[in-house]
């Protein structure tokens, strides 16, 4: 199956989401060699532009896919904990929106960032700067 996809995280999930590429480039010798080539085109395709962390999913590779759920599974998990953590309920709801659009990934291979940038979220988030 081919598909191109644009992931875009910001705040908690974003940091969440290195912290997990951090974690996975310190296993990376013990790993298969297929599963390198994997991880280095996700670096490769990672760019941070205006505080957003957009990831491209080129999909000519069978494995890219579940490793990328894979992250963002434990990403989302990790934000969340941090969202509680510091008792920001403004990014709690933004995580819920990422998993509704993170279920439609899954299901979809589309990740919809109109769902994260609701207009009443962004008004949400203005009145607490």
């Known amino acids: 199956m081919h598909y191109r996809t644009v992931i875009e995280l910001k705040g908690f999930l974003r940091d969440a989401f290195n912290q997990v590429l951090e974690e996975i480039e310190l296993l990376l010798e ?3 060699q297929s599963r390198q080539d994997v991880i280095a085109d996700i670096k490769r395709n990672l760019s941070l532009e205006d505080g957003t962390l957009q990831l ?5 590779n069978k494995q890219e896919k579940p490793l ?3 992250m963002l599974t434990v990403a989302l998990a990790g934000a969340k904990e941090m969202a509680k953590a ?3 309920n403004a990014e709690l709801k933004r995580l ?5 659009t993170f279920t439609l990934f899954k299901n979809t291979n589309n990740w919809d960032t109109s769902i ?3 207009p009443d979220e962004e008004a949400e988030f203005d009145e607490e700067d």
């Open 30 to 32: 013990e790993m298969p």
């Open 56 to 60: 491209g999913l080129e999909g000519s």
């Open 68 to 70: 990328v759920v894979e």
């Open 86 to 88: 510091e008792e920001d």
């Open 96 to 100: 819920v929106k990422y998993e509704q």
């Open 116 to 118: 994260v940038e609701s």
